[in-house]
């Protein structure tokens, strides 16, 4: 359960992951500091890509 009080510390980085048939994906990701686990939320970007919106968004 989040509360107010609470340490807000994150951790971000764009990262790699393998898509089909080995492909490149450039992601961000963001992930709250401390223990887990954690809920997930995946935005999907418009074209041409994601840019400074969607990394305040995370």
């Known amino acids: 359960m989040y509360t107010t009080d609470q340490f807000e ?17 450039h992601t961000y990701f963001a992930r709250p500091m401390g223990p ?5 939320v995946v935005l999907a970007h418009h074209l041409p890509g994601w840019d400074e919106l969607y990394r305040e968004f995370t």
């Not at 510390?9 to 994906?25: L, Q, V």
């Not at 887990?36 to 997930?40: E, G, K, L, R, Y």
């Open 9 to 25: 510390g994150i951790i971000a980085e764009t990262i790699t992951i393998n898509g089909t048939n080995g492909d490149a994906i």
């Open 36 to 40: 887990s686990p954690f809920p997930a």
